[in-house]
């Protein structure tokens, strides 16, 4: 995971697709018993996967694609003037609902 990327569009891409040459992170993290390095980025993975999986439920919710709901989240963090970190902070706030609405 490279902690470079800043968007959510960016981030749906490095999971779907891979940057640079990288394989996609869904290649590489689901589906296996993978060991994090340390506690630190395990935390830093999971803490990413909560944006992931807010796009997944909103495109899943909304009926549109997965692709379609990142750019609704990077919207939205670019409005609020959110980092990625902050816009988890707010996901884990927030519930389902609040999420279907946006």
Do not use: C
């Not at 981030?11 to 993978?34: A, F, I």
């Amino acid at each position: 995971m490279s902690r470079s990327v800043k968007s959510v569009t960016d981030l749906w891409r490095e999971y779907t697709v891979g940057l640079n040459g990288q394989p996609s992170m869904r290649l590489m993290y689901e589906g296996s018993k993978h060991i994090f390095v340390n506690d630190s980025e395990r935390k830093f993975y999971d803490g990413r996967k909560k944006i992931l999986e807010s796009v997944k439920h909103i495109a899943l919710v909304q009926g549109i694609t997965e692709q379609q709901a990142a750019s609704k989240v990077e919207t939205l963090r670019q409005k609020d003037n959110l980092s990625l970190n902050k816009l988890i902070s707010m996901i884990k706030q927030l519930g389902e609902k609040e999420w279907d609405l946006i």
